[in-house]
Protein backbone atom coordinates (compact mmCIF):
# COMPACT_ATOMS: atom_id res chain seq x y z
CA UNK A 1 0.00 0.00 0.00
CA UNK A 2 1.33 3.23 -0.70
CA UNK A 3 0.82 6.10 1.73
CA UNK A 4 -0.74 9.37 1.06
CA UNK A 5 1.03 12.76 1.86
CA UNK A 6 -1.57 13.07 4.75
CA UNK A 7 -0.28 9.89 6.65
CA UNK A 8 3.65 11.23 5.00
CA UNK A 9 2.93 14.39 7.04
CA UNK A 10 1.67 13.20 10.48
CA UNK A 11 4.43 10.73 10.13
CA UNK A 12 7.34 13.51 9.50
CA UNK A 13 5.33 15.90 13.06
CA UNK A 14 5.90 13.02 14.83
CA UNK A 15 9.04 12.55 14.18
CA UNK A 16 9.86 16.12 14.73
CA UNK A 17 8.09 15.65 18.03
CA UNK A 18 9.96 13.25 19.34
CA UNK A 19 12.97 14.18 18.09
CA UNK A 20 13.32 17.74 18.63
CA UNK A 21 13.71 18.00 22.65
CA UNK A 22 16.53 15.60 22.26
CA UNK A 23 18.16 17.46 19.35
CA UNK A 24 17.29 20.65 21.41
CA UNK A 25 19.38 19.09 24.35
CA UNK A 26 22.19 18.08 22.10
CA UNK A 27 22.54 21.93 20.91
CA UNK A 28 22.36 23.34 24.50
CA UNK A 29 25.13 21.07 25.39
CA UNK A 30 27.47 23.10 22.95
CA UNK A 31 26.31 26.60 23.95
CA UNK A 32 28.50 29.08 25.97
CA UNK A 33 25.67 30.40 27.78
CA UNK A 34 25.96 29.84 31.68
CA UNK A 35 22.44 29.13 31.85
CA UNK A 36 19.82 27.04 30.12
CA UNK A 37 19.28 28.95 27.05
CA UNK A 38 17.68 28.04 23.58
CA UNK A 39 19.23 28.95 21.05
CA UNK A 40 22.34 28.69 22.26
CA UNK A 41 23.87 32.52 21.81
CA UNK A 42 27.68 30.92 21.39
CA UNK A 43 29.08 27.79 21.25
CA UNK A 44 31.96 26.12 23.59
CA UNK A 45 32.73 23.06 24.98
CA UNK A 46 32.59 24.56 28.53
CA UNK A 47 29.68 22.15 29.99
CA UNK A 48 31.87 18.89 28.56
CA UNK A 49 35.18 20.52 30.52
CA UNK A 50 33.20 21.04 33.71
CA UNK A 51 31.61 17.06 33.27
CA UNK A 52 35.03 15.80 33.20
CA UNK A 53 36.87 18.33 35.15
CA UNK A 54 34.46 16.89 38.01
CA UNK A 55 36.10 14.32 39.56
CA UNK A 56 32.85 13.03 41.03
CA UNK A 57 31.26 12.91 37.71
CA UNK A 58 34.04 10.88 36.45
CA UNK A 59 33.52 8.61 39.77
CA UNK A 60 29.84 8.29 38.40
CA UNK A 61 30.80 7.23 35.14
CA UNK A 62 33.23 4.97 35.71
CA UNK A 63 31.20 3.07 37.88
CA UNK A 64 28.04 2.60 35.88
CA UNK A 65 30.42 1.39 33.00
CA UNK A 66 31.56 -1.13 35.06
CA UNK A 67 27.98 -1.96 36.27
CA UNK A 68 26.63 -1.55 33.00
CA UNK A 69 29.49 -4.36 31.09
CA UNK A 70 29.19 -6.54 34.25
CA UNK A 71 25.63 -6.73 34.96
CA UNK A 72 25.04 -7.10 31.28
CA UNK A 73 27.89 -9.88 30.84
CA UNK A 74 25.79 -11.44 34.13
CA UNK A 75 22.48 -11.33 32.71
CA UNK A 76 23.81 -12.41 29.33
CA UNK A 77 24.83 -16.01 30.61
CA UNK A 78 22.34 -16.63 33.09
CA UNK A 79 19.74 -15.15 30.14
CA UNK A 80 20.90 -17.25 27.60
CA UNK A 81 20.94 -20.77 29.78
CA UNK A 82 17.33 -19.50 30.81
CA UNK A 83 16.23 -19.27 27.25
CA UNK A 84 17.31 -22.43 26.05
CA UNK A 85 15.62 -24.39 29.17
CA UNK A 86 12.49 -22.89 28.14
CA UNK A 87 12.70 -23.11 24.83
CA UNK A 88 14.11 -26.88 24.71
CA UNK A 89 13.60 -27.93 28.04
CA UNK A 90 10.51 -30.67 28.99
CA UNK A 91 10.39 -28.95 32.45
CA UNK A 92 6.37 -28.46 32.87
CA UNK A 93 5.27 -24.65 33.87
CA UNK A 94 7.53 -23.57 31.69
CA UNK A 95 5.32 -20.79 30.37
CA UNK A 96 5.60 -19.47 34.07
CA UNK A 97 9.03 -19.25 34.49
CA UNK A 98 9.50 -17.19 31.06
CA UNK A 99 6.96 -14.82 32.36
CA UNK A 100 8.76 -15.13 34.93
CA UNK A 101 11.53 -13.72 33.62
CA UNK A 102 9.65 -11.42 31.72
CA UNK A 103 8.20 -9.51 34.89
CA UNK A 104 10.90 -6.75 35.34
CA UNK A 105 9.45 -5.14 31.87
CA UNK A 106 6.30 -5.31 32.07
CA UNK A 107 5.77 -4.41 35.84
CA UNK A 108 6.00 -0.55 36.84
CA UNK A 109 9.53 -0.48 37.61
CA UNK A 110 8.60 1.39 40.75
CA UNK A 111 7.50 -1.44 42.01
CA UNK A 112 10.18 -3.28 41.27
CA UNK A 113 12.17 -0.86 42.61
CA UNK A 114 10.27 -1.21 46.02
CA UNK A 115 10.41 -5.21 45.81
CA UNK A 116 13.97 -4.94 45.29
CA UNK A 117 14.70 -2.59 47.86
CA UNK A 118 12.77 -5.15 50.47
CA UNK A 119 14.10 -8.06 49.36
CA UNK A 120 17.90 -6.82 49.28
CA UNK A 121 17.45 -5.25 52.95
CA UNK A 122 16.01 -8.64 53.67
CA UNK A 123 18.93 -10.79 52.86
CA UNK A 124 21.66 -7.53 53.98
CA UNK A 125 22.50 -6.80 50.33
CA UNK A 126 21.04 -3.49 50.47
CA UNK A 127 23.50 -0.38 49.06
CA UNK A 128 25.87 -2.92 48.83
CA UNK A 129 28.01 -3.70 45.22
CA UNK A 130 26.70 -7.15 44.90
CA UNK A 131 23.13 -6.15 45.62
CA UNK A 132 23.46 -2.87 43.02
CA UNK A 133 24.93 -5.83 40.42
CA UNK A 134 22.25 -8.50 41.34
CA UNK A 135 18.83 -5.43 40.46
CA UNK A 136 20.81 -4.33 37.45
CA UNK A 137 21.06 -7.89 35.96
CA UNK A 138 17.40 -8.73 37.12
CA UNK A 139 16.22 -5.62 34.95
CA UNK A 140 18.24 -6.62 31.84
CA UNK A 141 17.49 -10.34 32.10
CA UNK A 142 14.38 -9.86 29.98
CA UNK A 143 15.96 -8.58 27.21
CA UNK A 144 18.37 -11.56 27.02
CA UNK A 145 15.99 -13.84 27.23
CA UNK A 146 13.26 -12.56 24.62
CA UNK A 147 15.87 -12.20 21.97
CA UNK A 148 17.70 -15.56 22.93
CA UNK A 149 14.79 -17.34 23.09
CA UNK A 150 13.42 -16.36 19.55
CA UNK A 151 16.69 -17.27 17.83
CA UNK A 152 16.95 -20.48 19.90
CA UNK A 153 13.35 -20.92 19.29
CA UNK A 154 14.17 -20.34 15.23
CA UNK A 155 17.06 -22.23 14.93
CA UNK A 156 15.82 -25.92 13.90
CA UNK A 157 15.69 -28.63 16.55
CA UNK A 158 16.80 -31.21 14.53
CA UNK A 159 20.15 -29.67 13.80
CA UNK A 160 20.91 -30.22 17.48
CA UNK A 161 19.38 -33.79 17.31
CA UNK A 162 21.51 -34.96 14.73
CA UNK A 163 24.39 -33.84 16.85
CA UNK A 164 23.55 -35.48 19.72
CA UNK A 165 22.84 -39.13 17.16
CA UNK A 166 26.43 -37.81 15.72
CA UNK A 167 28.00 -38.55 19.23
CA UNK A 168 28.10 -34.63 20.70
CA UNK A 169 26.79 -34.49 24.50
CA UNK A 170 24.21 -31.51 25.15
CA UNK A 171 27.36 -29.50 26.36
CA UNK A 172 29.37 -30.10 23.04
CA UNK A 173 26.15 -29.47 21.09
CA UNK A 174 25.25 -26.32 22.65
CA UNK A 175 28.92 -25.01 22.53
CA UNK A 176 29.57 -26.45 19.20
CA UNK A 177 26.42 -26.03 17.43
CA UNK A 178 23.74 -23.99 18.80
CA UNK A 179 25.90 -21.12 20.18
CA UNK A 180 27.91 -20.30 17.03
CA UNK A 181 25.26 -19.88 15.42
CA UNK A 182 23.38 -17.68 17.58
CA UNK A 183 26.15 -14.94 17.66
CA UNK A 184 24.54 -12.14 16.09
CA UNK A 185 21.42 -12.65 18.80
CA UNK A 186 23.63 -12.73 21.96
CA UNK A 187 25.38 -9.76 20.30
CA UNK A 188 22.17 -8.23 20.43
CA UNK A 189 21.41 -9.35 23.51
CA UNK A 190 23.90 -8.60 25.22
CA UNK A 191 23.98 -4.24 23.93
CA UNK A 192 19.96 -4.16 25.23
CA UNK A 193 21.18 -5.47 28.63
CA UNK A 194 24.09 -2.70 28.44
CA UNK A 195 21.80 0.13 27.78
CA UNK A 196 18.59 -1.61 30.20
CA UNK A 197 21.89 -1.22 32.69
CA UNK A 198 23.20 2.28 31.74
CA UNK A 199 20.22 4.28 31.47
CA UNK A 200 18.44 2.83 35.01
CA UNK A 201 17.83 5.73 37.93
CA UNK A 202 14.67 4.04 39.19
CA UNK A 203 15.97 1.10 41.08
CA UNK A 204 19.22 2.33 41.34
CA UNK A 205 17.89 4.95 43.75
CA UNK A 206 16.36 2.98 45.72
CA UNK A 207 19.20 0.43 46.69
CA UNK A 208 22.53 1.70 45.19
CA UNK A 209 23.34 3.51 48.63
CA UNK A 210 26.15 5.31 48.45
CA UNK A 211 27.26 4.42 44.69
CA UNK A 212 26.36 6.77 42.69
CA UNK A 213 25.62 5.79 38.62
CA UNK A 214 25.40 8.23 36.03
CA UNK A 215 21.87 9.02 35.50
CA UNK A 216 21.26 8.72 39.37
CA UNK A 217 23.68 11.55 40.07
CA UNK A 218 22.14 13.73 37.20
CA UNK A 219 18.28 12.72 38.72
CA UNK A 220 20.10 14.26 42.30
CA UNK A 221 21.59 17.37 40.64
CA UNK A 222 18.52 18.01 39.00
CA UNK A 223 16.93 18.19 42.15
CA UNK A 224 18.72 20.66 43.53
CA UNK A 225 19.46 22.90 40.90
CA UNK A 226 19.60 22.74 36.93
CA UNK A 227 23.06 22.98 35.81
CA UNK A 228 23.95 22.97 31.99
CA UNK A 229 26.37 20.38 32.62
CA UNK A 230 23.31 17.90 32.56
CA UNK A 231 22.95 18.72 28.98
CA UNK A 232 26.42 17.50 28.22
CA UNK A 233 26.20 14.07 30.08
CA UNK A 234 22.94 13.51 28.46
CA UNK A 235 24.37 14.27 24.75
CA UNK A 236 26.64 11.32 26.10
CA UNK A 237 24.15 9.13 26.95
CA UNK A 238 22.13 9.77 24.02
CA UNK A 239 25.58 9.35 22.06
CA UNK A 240 26.55 5.86 23.59
CA UNK A 241 22.71 5.01 22.84
CA UNK A 242 22.58 5.78 19.15
CA UNK A 243 25.89 3.78 18.56
CA UNK A 244 25.09 0.75 20.46
CA UNK A 245 21.73 1.07 18.56
CA UNK A 246 23.40 1.09 15.34
CA UNK A 247 25.99 -1.57 16.41
CA UNK A 248 22.46 -4.12 16.82
CA UNK A 249 21.32 -2.81 13.46
CA UNK A 250 24.92 -3.50 11.77
CA UNK A 251 24.63 -6.90 13.60
CA UNK A 252 21.55 -7.83 12.25
CA UNK A 253 21.19 -6.06 9.35
CA UNK A 254 21.98 -9.42 7.03
CA UNK A 255 19.27 -11.16 9.29
CA UNK A 256 16.58 -8.73 8.22
CA UNK A 257 16.61 -6.23 10.98
CA UNK A 258 16.27 -6.40 15.05
CA UNK A 259 12.50 -6.38 14.48
CA UNK A 260 12.95 -9.48 12.31
CA UNK A 261 15.42 -11.14 15.39
CA UNK A 262 13.14 -10.78 18.22
CA UNK A 263 9.64 -11.94 15.66
CA UNK A 264 11.44 -14.88 14.23
CA UNK A 265 11.64 -15.54 10.63
CA UNK B 1 27.31 -53.09 11.59
CA UNK B 2 24.47 -54.58 13.31
CA UNK B 3 20.63 -56.25 13.13
CA UNK B 4 17.42 -53.47 14.55
CA UNK B 5 14.94 -55.75 16.41
CA UNK B 6 11.48 -54.13 17.36
CA UNK B 7 10.00 -56.45 20.67
CA UNK B 8 6.26 -54.88 21.14
CA UNK B 9 7.42 -51.09 20.74
CA UNK B 10 4.77 -49.00 20.96
CA UNK B 11 4.07 -44.96 21.32
CA UNK B 12 1.37 -43.28 22.53
CA UNK B 13 0.80 -39.41 22.85
CA UNK B 14 -1.72 -38.93 25.10
CA UNK B 15 -4.50 -40.78 23.80
CA UNK B 16 -2.76 -41.11 19.91
CA UNK B 17 -1.44 -44.17 19.31
CA UNK B 18 1.83 -43.37 16.85
CA UNK B 19 2.89 -46.71 16.94
CA UNK B 20 1.17 -49.78 17.77
CA UNK B 21 2.96 -52.98 19.76
CA UNK B 22 5.68 -53.23 16.69
CA UNK B 23 7.67 -56.67 16.73
CA UNK B 24 10.02 -57.45 13.87
CA UNK B 25 13.42 -58.13 12.60
CA UNK B 26 15.95 -56.31 10.37
CA UNK B 27 18.74 -58.25 9.58
CA UNK B 28 21.87 -57.35 9.34
CA UNK B 29 23.16 -55.53 5.68
CA UNK B 30 18.82 -55.43 4.74
CA UNK B 31 17.82 -51.93 3.48
CA UNK B 32 14.15 -51.42 4.90
CA UNK B 33 11.62 -49.36 3.99
CA UNK B 34 9.13 -47.90 5.99
CA UNK B 35 6.48 -46.60 3.89
CA UNK B 36 2.78 -45.56 4.86
CA UNK B 37 0.81 -41.62 4.30
CA UNK B 38 1.46 -38.89 6.57
CA UNK B 39 0.31 -39.41 10.28
CA UNK B 40 0.76 -43.23 9.94
CA UNK B 41 4.07 -42.89 12.55
CA UNK B 42 6.40 -43.77 10.29
CA UNK B 43 8.38 -40.99 11.44
CA UNK B 44 8.02 -41.55 15.15
CA UNK B 45 9.75 -45.20 14.30
CA UNK B 46 13.17 -43.16 13.22
CA UNK B 47 12.89 -41.19 16.28
CA UNK B 48 12.56 -43.81 18.31
CA UNK B 49 15.12 -45.58 17.00
CA UNK B 50 17.47 -42.79 17.05
CA UNK B 51 16.77 -42.25 20.81
CA UNK B 52 15.09 -38.94 20.56
CA UNK B 53 11.68 -39.71 21.75
CA UNK B 54 11.25 -42.49 24.80
CA UNK B 55 8.77 -45.17 23.41
CA UNK B 56 5.56 -45.85 26.12
CA UNK B 57 6.29 -49.99 25.97
CA UNK B 58 8.38 -52.56 24.47
CA UNK B 59 12.47 -52.90 23.47
CA UNK B 60 14.86 -52.15 21.01
CA UNK B 61 17.82 -53.65 19.99
CA UNK B 62 20.60 -52.57 17.78
CA UNK B 63 23.25 -55.08 16.53
CA UNK B 64 22.42 -57.16 19.83
CA UNK B 65 22.31 -54.31 22.24
CA UNK B 66 19.29 -53.00 23.97
CA UNK B 67 18.88 -49.25 23.58
CA UNK B 68 15.79 -48.57 24.59
CA UNK B 69 17.36 -46.27 27.52
CA UNK B 70 20.58 -45.43 26.05
CA UNK B 71 20.85 -41.56 25.09
CA UNK B 72 21.05 -40.72 21.22
CA UNK B 73 24.75 -40.49 21.61
CA UNK B 74 25.38 -43.83 22.61
CA UNK B 75 23.40 -45.56 20.00
CA UNK B 76 25.45 -45.59 16.93
CA UNK B 77 23.30 -44.55 14.44
CA UNK B 78 23.77 -42.28 11.33
CA UNK B 79 20.62 -40.39 10.78
CA UNK B 80 19.58 -38.01 8.13
CA UNK B 81 17.07 -35.63 8.17
CA UNK B 82 15.26 -34.45 4.90
CA UNK B 83 16.06 -31.46 5.63
CA UNK B 84 19.69 -32.64 5.98
CA UNK B 85 20.28 -30.56 8.86
CA UNK B 86 23.80 -29.57 8.25
CA UNK B 87 25.45 -27.29 10.46
CA UNK B 88 25.09 -23.79 8.50
CA UNK B 89 28.28 -22.35 10.65
CA UNK B 90 30.84 -25.26 9.40
CA UNK B 91 32.17 -25.94 6.14
CA UNK B 92 31.47 -29.36 4.06
CA UNK B 93 35.04 -30.93 5.62
CA UNK B 94 34.14 -29.66 9.62
CA UNK B 95 30.71 -31.04 8.95
CA UNK B 96 31.51 -34.43 8.12
CA UNK B 97 34.88 -34.09 10.77
CA UNK B 98 32.11 -33.45 13.03
CA UNK B 99 31.36 -36.90 14.65
CA UNK B 100 35.11 -38.15 14.63
CA UNK B 101 35.85 -34.56 16.58
CA UNK B 102 33.73 -35.03 19.45
CA UNK B 103 34.91 -38.46 20.11
CA UNK B 104 38.40 -36.72 20.38
CA UNK B 105 40.13 -38.85 17.11
CA UNK B 106 43.39 -37.97 16.18
CA UNK B 107 43.48 -35.00 14.01
CA UNK B 108 44.91 -37.08 10.94
CA UNK B 109 42.58 -39.63 11.33
CA UNK B 110 40.30 -37.05 10.52
CA UNK B 111 41.23 -35.71 7.73
CA UNK B 112 41.98 -39.28 6.14
CA UNK B 113 38.56 -40.24 6.88
CA UNK B 114 36.55 -37.31 5.63
CA UNK B 115 38.75 -37.18 2.77
CA UNK B 116 37.70 -40.71 1.77
CA UNK B 117 33.55 -40.35 2.82
CA UNK B 118 33.66 -37.27 0.49
CA UNK B 119 35.46 -39.07 -2.17
CA UNK B 120 32.47 -41.67 -1.73
CA UNK B 121 29.71 -39.26 -2.01
CA UNK B 122 31.52 -37.60 -5.31
CA UNK B 123 32.17 -34.30 -3.07
CA UNK B 124 35.86 -34.16 -3.87
CA UNK B 125 36.89 -30.41 -3.96
CA UNK B 126 33.86 -29.47 -2.05
CA UNK B 127 35.27 -29.52 1.52
CA UNK B 128 35.94 -26.39 2.29
CA UNK B 129 32.69 -24.90 0.87
CA UNK B 130 29.44 -24.04 3.36
CA UNK B 131 26.32 -25.80 2.99
CA UNK B 132 24.51 -22.44 1.73
CA UNK B 133 26.85 -22.45 -1.06
CA UNK B 134 26.06 -26.61 -1.97
CA UNK B 135 22.43 -27.30 -3.88
CA UNK B 136 19.96 -29.82 -2.35
CA UNK B 137 21.36 -32.57 -4.00
CA UNK B 138 25.79 -31.44 -2.94
CA UNK B 139 23.99 -31.06 0.27
CA UNK B 140 22.35 -34.12 0.92
CA UNK B 141 25.31 -36.14 -0.13
CA UNK B 142 27.35 -33.88 2.81
CA UNK B 143 24.71 -34.78 5.36
CA UNK B 144 24.89 -38.91 4.05
CA UNK B 145 28.86 -38.59 4.64
CA UNK B 146 28.31 -37.25 7.86
CA UNK B 147 26.04 -40.22 8.71
CA UNK B 148 28.30 -43.11 7.89
CA UNK B 149 32.02 -41.21 8.18
CA UNK B 150 32.02 -42.86 11.89
CA UNK B 151 31.12 -46.53 11.12
CA UNK B 152 27.58 -46.55 13.03
CA UNK B 153 26.08 -49.90 13.29
CA UNK B 154 23.00 -48.81 11.52
CA UNK B 155 21.94 -45.76 8.60
CA UNK B 156 18.52 -43.90 9.73
CA UNK B 157 17.26 -42.12 6.88
CA UNK B 158 13.98 -39.46 7.18
CA UNK B 159 12.77 -38.96 3.52
CA UNK B 160 16.10 -37.90 2.27
CA UNK B 161 15.11 -37.63 -1.28
CA UNK B 162 11.70 -35.73 -0.38
CA UNK B 163 14.01 -32.08 -0.95
CA UNK B 164 14.96 -33.20 -4.55
CA UNK B 165 13.32 -32.46 -7.78
CA UNK B 166 11.78 -35.96 -9.76
CA UNK B 167 15.15 -36.38 -11.66
CA UNK B 168 17.46 -35.79 -9.40
CA UNK B 169 16.10 -37.82 -7.19
CA UNK B 170 16.02 -40.69 -9.16
CA UNK B 171 19.98 -40.58 -9.66
CA UNK B 172 20.02 -40.27 -6.36
CA UNK B 173 18.04 -43.47 -5.73
CA UNK B 174 21.10 -45.60 -7.59
CA UNK B 175 23.53 -44.24 -5.84
CA UNK B 176 22.36 -44.58 -2.10
CA UNK B 177 21.40 -48.20 -3.33
CA UNK B 178 25.08 -48.81 -4.58
CA UNK B 179 26.65 -46.74 -1.70
CA UNK B 180 24.49 -48.83 0.85
CA UNK B 181 25.51 -51.81 -0.91
CA UNK B 182 29.24 -51.32 0.04
CA UNK B 183 29.00 -50.62 3.17
CA UNK B 184 26.81 -53.21 3.89
CA UNK B 185 25.23 -51.04 6.49
CA UNK B 186 21.84 -52.13 7.85
CA UNK B 187 19.23 -48.95 6.73
CA UNK B 188 16.05 -48.09 7.59
CA UNK B 189 14.40 -45.30 5.56
CA UNK B 190 11.47 -43.68 5.85
CA UNK B 191 9.02 -42.13 3.25
CA UNK B 192 5.44 -41.67 1.44
CA UNK B 193 6.79 -42.53 -1.64
CA UNK B 194 6.13 -45.72 -3.11
CA UNK B 195 7.85 -45.25 -5.54
CA UNK B 196 11.17 -45.23 -3.64
CA UNK B 197 10.16 -47.52 -1.45
CA UNK B 198 10.13 -50.47 -4.48
CA UNK B 199 12.77 -49.44 -6.10
CA UNK B 200 15.36 -48.83 -2.97
CA UNK B 201 14.45 -51.55 -0.29
CA UNK B 202 15.26 -55.32 0.29
CA UNK B 203 11.63 -55.40 2.63
CA UNK B 204 9.33 -52.70 2.79
CA UNK B 205 6.86 -52.08 5.95
CA UNK B 206 3.43 -50.83 4.67
CA UNK B 207 2.18 -48.46 8.15
CA UNK B 208 -0.95 -46.91 8.63
CA UNK B 209 -2.53 -44.94 11.98
CA UNK B 210 0.42 -46.68 13.30
CA UNK B 211 0.01 -50.37 12.95
CA UNK B 212 2.16 -52.93 10.20
CA UNK B 213 -0.26 -53.47 7.65
CA UNK B 214 2.54 -56.00 5.81
CA UNK B 215 6.09 -56.34 5.43
CA UNK B 216 7.43 -57.96 2.74
CA UNK B 217 9.71 -57.92 -0.44
CA UNK B 218 9.30 -55.26 -2.76
CA UNK B 219 6.98 -57.44 -5.44
CA UNK B 220 5.31 -59.02 -2.48
CA UNK B 221 3.95 -56.14 -0.78
CA UNK B 222 2.99 -54.91 -4.47
CA UNK B 223 1.65 -58.09 -6.45
CA UNK B 224 0.20 -60.03 -3.31
CA UNK B 225 -1.21 -56.97 -0.57
CA UNK B 226 -2.29 -58.27 2.14
CA UNK B 227 -5.38 -55.92 1.97
CA UNK B 228 -7.13 -52.91 0.57
CA UNK B 229 -5.21 -50.15 2.05
CA UNK B 230 -1.45 -51.86 0.95
CA UNK B 231 -3.30 -52.49 -2.61
CA UNK B 232 -4.33 -49.02 -2.71
CA UNK B 233 -1.28 -47.13 -1.36
CA UNK B 234 1.22 -48.74 -3.73
CA UNK B 235 -0.06 -47.57 -7.02
CA UNK B 236 -3.43 -47.48 -8.62
CA UNK B 237 -5.83 -51.24 -8.41
CA UNK B 238 -8.55 -52.42 -9.64
CA UNK B 239 -10.77 -53.74 -6.62
CA UNK B 240 -13.70 -55.58 -7.46
CA UNK B 241 -15.99 -56.81 -5.12
CA UNK B 242 -17.67 -60.70 -5.11
CA UNK B 243 -18.23 -63.85 -3.72
CA UNK B 244 -16.10 -66.94 -4.11
CA UNK B 245 -16.61 -69.63 -6.16
CA UNK B 246 -14.50 -72.55 -5.23
CA UNK B 247 -12.00 -73.83 -7.44
CA UNK B 248 -12.91 -71.52 -10.14
CA UNK B 249 -12.38 -67.71 -9.21
CA UNK B 250 -15.14 -64.77 -8.15
CA UNK B 251 -18.20 -63.55 -9.05
CA UNK B 252 -19.44 -60.35 -9.12
CA UNK B 253 -22.84 -59.09 -8.24
CA UNK B 254 -23.39 -58.60 -12.63
CA UNK B 255 -23.01 -62.10 -13.09
CA UNK B 256 -19.48 -62.06 -14.23
CA UNK B 257 -16.86 -64.11 -13.32
CA UNK B 258 -13.31 -63.53 -12.85
CA UNK B 259 -11.55 -66.60 -13.51
CA UNK B 260 -8.10 -66.93 -10.58
CA UNK B 261 -7.16 -69.32 -7.81
CA UNK B 262 -9.27 -69.40 -4.19
CA UNK B 263 -6.47 -70.71 -2.16
CA UNK B 264 -9.26 -72.50 0.26
CA UNK B 265 -11.43 -69.58 0.40
CA UNK B 266 -15.24 -70.77 1.42
CA UNK B 267 -17.65 -71.15 -1.23
CA UNK B 268 -19.73 -68.32 -1.20
CA UNK B 269 -17.23 -66.00 1.11
CA UNK B 270 -17.20 -62.65 0.05
CA UNK B 271 -14.05 -61.32 -1.61
CA UNK B 272 -12.23 -58.31 -3.23
CA UNK B 273 -9.75 -59.27 -6.32
CA UNK B 274 -6.85 -56.70 -7.00
CA UNK B 275 -5.83 -56.49 -10.53
CA UNK B 276 -2.85 -54.41 -11.48
CA UNK B 277 -4.21 -51.75 -14.18
CA UNK B 278 -0.74 -52.94 -16.27
CA UNK B 279 -1.84 -56.83 -16.73
CA UNK B 280 -5.33 -55.44 -17.56
CA UNK B 281 -5.44 -56.15 -21.41
CA UNK B 282 -7.90 -54.27 -23.94
CA UNK B 283 -9.78 -55.81 -26.34
CA UNK B 284 -12.16 -55.04 -29.06
CA UNK B 285 -15.78 -55.13 -28.71
CA UNK B 286 -16.09 -58.27 -30.42
CA UNK B 287 -13.42 -60.26 -28.62
CA UNK B 288 -15.43 -63.12 -26.76
CA UNK B 289 -14.00 -63.28 -23.51
CA UNK B 290 -13.63 -60.49 -20.66
CA UNK B 291 -16.10 -57.17 -19.00
CA UNK B 292 -17.64 -55.18 -21.37
CA UNK B 293 -16.55 -51.73 -20.82
CA UNK B 294 -16.47 -47.90 -22.23
CA UNK B 295 -13.97 -45.55 -22.50
CA UNK B 296 -14.51 -42.79 -20.58
CA UNK B 297 -10.46 -41.00 -19.85
CA UNK B 298 -7.38 -41.85 -21.90
CA UNK B 299 -4.05 -40.11 -19.59
CA UNK B 300 -1.00 -40.20 -21.96
CA UNK B 301 1.81 -39.88 -19.23
CA UNK B 302 4.90 -40.36 -22.02
CA UNK B 303 6.08 -44.11 -21.18
CA UNK B 304 2.48 -45.29 -20.15
CA UNK B 305 -0.75 -44.61 -21.47
CA UNK B 306 -3.74 -45.40 -18.88
CA UNK B 307 -7.25 -45.19 -19.81
CA UNK B 308 -10.30 -45.37 -17.41
CA UNK B 309 -13.44 -47.25 -17.93
CA UNK B 310 -17.24 -47.62 -16.88
CA UNK B 311 -17.35 -50.96 -16.94
CA UNK B 312 -20.48 -53.51 -16.88
CA UNK B 313 -19.72 -54.99 -13.58
CA UNK B 314 -19.99 -52.12 -11.22
CA UNK B 315 -16.68 -49.97 -10.49
CA UNK B 316 -14.35 -47.81 -12.96
CA UNK B 317 -11.60 -50.35 -14.29
CA UNK B 318 -8.24 -48.74 -15.06
CA UNK B 319 -6.23 -50.23 -17.78
CA UNK B 320 -2.39 -49.34 -18.83
CA UNK B 321 0.12 -50.10 -21.07
CA UNK B 322 3.59 -48.99 -22.43
CA UNK B 323 3.04 -46.14 -24.77
CA UNK B 324 1.96 -47.82 -28.86
CA UNK B 325 0.91 -50.91 -27.21
CA UNK B 326 -2.79 -50.08 -26.93
CA UNK B 327 -5.21 -48.15 -28.41
CA UNK B 328 -8.86 -46.60 -27.66
CA UNK B 329 -10.13 -43.68 -27.68
CA UNK B 330 -12.94 -41.91 -25.56
CA UNK B 331 -16.25 -43.42 -25.72
CA UNK B 332 -14.94 -46.62 -27.52
CA UNK B 333 -16.37 -49.72 -26.27
CA UNK B 334 -14.15 -52.21 -25.38
CA UNK B 335 -13.58 -55.40 -23.60
CA UNK B 336 -10.72 -55.65 -20.95
CA UNK B 337 -9.28 -59.04 -19.82
CA UNK B 338 -6.65 -60.30 -18.15
CA UNK B 339 -4.84 -63.81 -16.73
CA UNK B 340 -6.30 -66.07 -14.09
CA UNK B 341 -2.59 -65.29 -12.14
CA UNK B 342 -2.77 -61.82 -12.29
CA UNK B 343 -5.41 -61.74 -9.90
CA UNK B 344 -4.86 -61.59 -6.08
CA UNK B 345 -7.66 -61.95 -4.31
CA UNK B 346 -8.15 -60.57 -0.20
CA UNK B 347 -10.35 -62.33 1.90
CA UNK B 348 -13.56 -60.27 3.66
CA UNK B 349 -11.44 -60.02 6.89
CA UNK B 350 -8.42 -58.08 5.02
CA UNK B 351 -10.77 -55.04 4.25
CA UNK B 352 -10.52 -53.35 7.83
CA UNK B 353 -7.69 -51.22 7.12
CA UNK B 354 -9.13 -50.25 3.90
CA UNK B 355 -11.20 -46.77 5.82
Same mark, same amino acid.
Given at each position: ?174 LRVLLPNLVPSLASAWILALIAS?DEVIVTLFVAGVYQTVPKRMFNE ?44 | ?75 ? +? ?125 ? +? ?151
Open positions: MKAGPFVALVAIATLVFLVLPILIVVAMSFSSASSLQFPPPGLSLRWYESFFGDPRWVEALITSTVLAFASSIVALVLGSAAAYGIVRGRLPGRGLIDANFMAPLILPTIVVAVAMYLALAKVGLLGTWVGLLASHVVLSVPFVVLVVGVAIRSFDERIEQVAFTLGASRAQTVFLVLQVNPTITAIATILIAVSVLAMAAIGLITARRGGLLKTMVGR | MGAIEFDGVAKRYGPVHAVRDLTMRVPEGEFLTILGPSGSGKTTILSLVAGLVPPTGGRILIAGRDVTNLEPQQRR +IGLVFQSYALFPHLDVFRNVAFPLAVRGRPRSEIADKVAAALARVRLDGFARRKPQQLSGGQQQRVALARAFVFEPDILLLDEPLGALDRKLREEVQVELKALQRDLGITTLLVTHDQEEALSLSDR +IIVLDHGAMQQVGTPDEVYRRPANRFVAGFLGLANLLEGRVEAGRGLRLPTGELVACATQGLAEGSPATAVVRPERVRLLPETAGEGIAARVRQDVYLGHLRRWHLDSDAGPELIAAAADGVGQAAIGDRVRVAWAPEDVWLLPEEARGAAA
